[in-house]
């Protein structure tokens, strides 16, 4: 069970962090990504963390948002400075257990978070 917290109301330029933590300790054996969904649009990824702890981010969030995972709470973080109106989302948290190679694909996850809302205002 993964359970994202941290959402929230913030002015544009200010910063959130948000938190998945997992109930079961496989998790840190796990690629784990953020992904977000904004109304009437598709999830889109967001943020990817290997196991090596390498990490990816999608162009529109790439300088601004960090992902780090802690194994020892089992919880992965996204950071996200610099906040735009463009990133209110819900955002949703990730597990791969297969490792495989499509990581930007929702399809690619085989547990998710109940997500977490992100507003951010002009």
């Known amino acids: 069970q993964l359970v994202e917290s941290g959402g929230g109301l913030v002015q544009a330029g200010g910063s959130l962090r948000l938190s998945c933590a997992a109930s079961?300790?496989?998790?840190?054996?796990?690629?784990v990504a953020w992904f977000r969904q904004a109304p009437g649009k598709e999830r889109e990824f967001t943020a990817r963390?290997?196991?090596?702890?390498?990490?990816d981010y999608a162009d529109s969030v790439k300088g601004r948002f960090t992902m780090s995972r802690d194994k020892s709470k089992s919880t992965v973080y996204l950071q996200m400075n610099s906040l735009k109106p463009e990133d209110t989302a819900i955002y949703y948290c990730?597990?791969?257990?297969?490792?495989?190679?499509?990581?930007?694909?929702?399809?690619?996850?085989?547990?998710w978070g109940q997500g977490t809302q992100v507003t951010v205002t002009s």
């Open positions: 079961a300790p496989s998790f840190n054996l796990h690629h």
């Open positions: 990730a597990s791969d257990s297969y490792g495989r190679p499509a990581y930007r694909a929702p399809m690619t996850y085989d547990s």
């Open positions: 963390i290997k196991l090596s702890g390498d990490t």
